[in-house]
Nanobody
Framework: QVQLVESGGGLVQAGGSLRLSCAASGSIFSANVMGWYRQAPGKQREFFAVITSGGSTNYVDSVKGRFTISRDTAKNKVYLQMNSLKPEDTAVYYC?????????WGQGTQVTVSS
């Protein structure tokens, strides 16, 4: 079993920064993919950033240049540095981990960006 716990959400003004963390525990494989989704009010959950166990990253266009995903593989943690935040970034942010053909999710952390 795998558990994911996010932290670091909160309220920030537009143009500000936040850093999210996600800690994975349990039976973690050496080869896996970790990343972030978000869900804004009234919208579907959307993928926006991923990092492999080898360190390769990918982002959706809307966050490129503003968000940076990183990981500490030894600690089974993934981080999301969010800069130049916009009101449209307001959402619940979910960490996920994919390994062995299964997906695991955290409980989510709220990020609110005020204008």
């Amino acid at each position: 079993q795998v558990q994911l716990v996010e932290s670091g959400g909160g309220l920030v003004q537009a143009g500000g920064s936040l850093r999210l963390s996600c800690a994975a525990s349990g039976s973690i494989f050496s080869a896996n993919v970790m990343g972030w989704y978000r869900q804004a009010p009234g919208k579907q959950r959307e993928f926006f950033a991923v990092i492999t166990s080898g360190g390769s990253t990918n982002y959706v266009d809307s966050v490129k240049g503003r968000f940076t995903i990183s990981r500490d593989t030894a600690k089974n943690k993934v981080y999301l540095q969010m800069n130049s935040l916009k009101p449209e970034d307001t959402a619940v942010y979910y960490c996920y981990l994919t390994q062995g053909g299964k997906d695991y999710w955290g409980q989510g952390t709220q990020v609110t960006v005020s204008s």
